[in-house]
């Protein structure tokens, strides 16, 4: 089992900047992706970013230049770095991580964050 512990997630204004963390406990072994998902308005749970073992990172459309994830392996810890934020990014952003190419998936609780006009 894995437990996923989001934070970092606020209030900002439009522009701002939020850097969000994924705290991985327990078995991480055999872990082959990691990803950041955002559920909005439409409560469809989409994904934002994705860093595979590579390091190679994918990035959503709408965030491609604004975003950046990483990861810290010492520390097990997931982060998305945010910067030019806009209202349409508000919502919950989740954590994820597949285990043995998605055959395992694990999700942490959510963090919101809310861009104001």
């Known amino acids: 089992q894995v437990q996923l512990v989001e934070s970092g997630g606020g209030l900002v204004q439009t522009g701002g900047s939020l850097r969000l963390s994924c705290a991985a406990s327990g078995s991480i072994s055999g872990i082959t992706a990691m990803s950041w998902y955002r559920q909005g308005k439409t409560h469809v749970r989409d994904s934002v970013a994705r860093?595979?073992?590579?390091?190679?990172?994918v990035y959503a459309d709408s965030v491609k230049g604004r975003f950046t994830i990483s990861r810290d392996n010492d520390k097990n810890t997931l982060y998305l770095e945010m910067n030019s934020l806009k209202p349409e990014d508000t919502g919950v952003y989740y954590c994820n991580f597949e285990r043995n190419g998605g055959m395992t998936s694990y999700w942490g609780q959510g963090t919101q964050v809310t861009v104001s006009s």
């Open positions: 860093i595979g073992r590579a390091d190679r990172a």
